[in-house]
């Protein structure tokens, strides 16, 4: 269980504390990466052996900020200040790119259902069968 709490915190009696020890570390880690050292680096100097993912996912993590769980390690300026340099990076290295609105396909409103010329005495099969000849307009024109 404790491998997914956020480092900088540890479990007391059910709730989240701030390992203080740990808590340093991630408010030096970020006063690092704010200071212009690479993810890898910033985390490195400050003891921290984890990979640049994690790095990253650590600067993105708002438990850091405090919530109903959690208790603040760092606060929101410190946290703004590390957000907004990240986009600076990813927009100089050419990594910002704009996310393209998701197309939703044409429902269908209108219907037609072919006349019912057999009758089932399971109930189910009735009702599949009645599915069947329920066509969309859409598919009858050759639109879908």
């Given at each position: 269980?404790?491998a997914h709490i956020p480092y900088g915190y540890r479990i007391v009696d ?67 200040k590390a957000k907004k340099e990240r986009q600076s990076r990813a927009s ?40 069947s000849l329920i066509e969309s307009e859409m598919n009858a024109n050759g639109?879908?």
């Open positions: 269980m404790t059910g709730k989240a504390v701030v390992d203080e020890v740990q808590a340093e570390q991630v408010r030096s880690f970020f006063e690092e990466y704010i200071s212009g050292k690479a993810l890898k680096v910033a985390a490195e100097n400050v003891g921290l052996k984890i990979f640049h993912g994690s790095a990253g996912r650590m600067l993105r993590n708002t438990h850091y900020l405090g919530d109903d769980y959690y208790p603040a390690i760092i606060d929101q300026e410190l946290f703004d100089q290295l050419g990594r910002v790119r704009e996310l393209k609105g998701k197309e939703m396909p044409a429902v269908p409103l209108c219907f037609t259902m072919g006349r019912q010329t057999k009758v089932f005495y399971d109930p189910f099969e009735q009702a599949e069968y009645a599915y639109n879908s």
